[in-house]
Nanobody, 123 residues
Framework: VQLQASGGGLVQAGGPLRLSCAAS????????MGWFRQAPGKEREFVAA????????RYLESVKDRFTISRDNAKNTMNLQMNNLKTEDTAAYYC?????????????????WGQGTQVTVSS
């Protein structure tokens, strides 16, 4: 089972980026998925989560209204559209698959993790 996160890069504040997470080795359409991030010197934190069918989502308060999480179960992929990026969004972003079908904000509710993709927002 592998998760491959991509789409990170360098962007100016106020700009957009779209992260993608491709899953292989198993189907994850029965499981919730999420994005986490870790900035230098800080602990990894929850960013966004989506339920197994995409009907329910949840966001970190500071990214609400700027980020949108989505998934395509037919393609075994998940995306994070990030708009109006701020310098404080700079971090390595990780995608993950949950142990259950719904929304989870705790890292210990996830058992598969991607390798991370770096997002750097310049002022």
């Amino acid at each position: 089972v592998q998760l491959q996160a991509s789409g990170g890069g360098l962007v100016q504040a106020g700009g957009p980026l779209r992260l993608s997470c491709a899953a292989s080795g198993a189907a994850f359409d029965n499981y919730g998925m999420g994005w986490f991030r870790q900035a230098p010197g800080k602990e990894r934190e929850f960013v966004a989560a989506i339920s197994w069918n995409g009907a329910t989502t949840r966001y970190l308060e500071s990214v609400k209204d700027r980020f949108t999480i989505s998934r395509d179960n037919a393609k075994n992929t998940m995306n994070l559209q990030m708009n109006n990026l701020k310098t404080e969004d700079t971090a390595a972003y990780y995608c993950a698959v949950a142990r259950g079908a719904y929304i989870y904000t705790r890292q210990d509710n996830y058992n598969y993790w991607g390798q991370g993709t770096q997002v750097t927002v310049s002022s």
